[in-house]
């Protein structure tokens, strides 16, 4: 089956400054990247998505790349605010079933 | 208010006591699923369904079961819980027969078996 694998599992940054969060993924089959963030005792709810037709998307401040080669996605969010702390997930979708990464805590430093 | 809600969203119960968590959807979503979310595991498929009495495995199944009988329910049944069973459940749908749109999840559901 397909394995994702998201890193670092923590991640601190000044407020302001950039986060970059990095995904690799197992099935070459997997056409669909989304991302979803979870704040401290809430749902998972979904920032942006990415299909595979597609090298890269950008959102405002949050902007995701693929690269289907190298089999790896990547979040970036611009110019930090202390309300983008939270838990990020990555996943990936192929054969019928989403996968999700393992996570990663961003803290935005004031 | 389009929303997928989840019942009981704090359960407490005993080893060996059949239990069920109720997940129902009214955005009229083909596709639901349950995820259970463990510290440094992330989120893990348990059970999916793309319609009406289609239901498949997901990645941990073990111990749980479902039903589809109706497009809107979706509940999860713990036949004979176990303590390795404690964890966050989030129930999500999604339009389509697939999980490549949008998730939107439930408020999940926190279980403690003992």
């Known amino acids: 089956g397909e394995n994702v694998e998201q890193h670092p599992s923590t991640l601190s940054v000044q407020e302001g400054d950039s986060a970059v969060i990095k995904c690799t993924y197992s099935?070459?089959?997997?056409?669909?990247f989304p991302w979803y963030k979870q704040e401290l005792g809430k749902r998972p709810q979904l920032i942006i998505d990415?299909?595979?037709?597609?090298g890269e998307k950008k959102d405002q401040r949050i902007a995701v790349t693929l690269n289907k080669t190298a089999k790896h996605f990547s979040l970036h969010i611009t110019e930090t605010q202390p309300e983008d702390s939270a838990v990020y997930f990555c996943a990936a979708f192929g054969n019928e079933k989403l996968t999700f990464g393992t996570g990663t805590r961003l803290t935005i430093i004031p | 208010e389009a929303q997928v809600t989840q019942n009981p969203r704090y359960l407490i119960t005993v080893t060996g006591k059949k239990l069920t968590v109720t997940c129902s959807q009214n955005m009229n979503h083909e596709y639901m699923s349950w995820y259970r979310q463990d510290p440094g595991l992330g989120l893990r498929q348990i059970y999916y369904s793309m319609n009406v009495e289609v239901t498949d495995k997901g990645d941990v199944p073990e111990g749980y079961k479902v039903s589809r009988k109706e497009k809107r329910n979706f509940p999860l049944i713990l036949e004979s819980p176990s303590p390795n069973q404690t964890s966050l459940y989030f129930c999500?749908?999604?339009?389509?027969?697939?999980?490549?749109?949008?998730?939107?999840f439930g408020p999940g559901t926190r279980l403690t078996v003992t």
């Open positions: 999500a749908s999604s339009h389509g027969t697939g999980a490549h749109y949008e998730q939107y």
């Open positions: 990415i299909r595979s037709n597609v």
């Open positions: 099935d070459s089959a997997s056409n669909y």
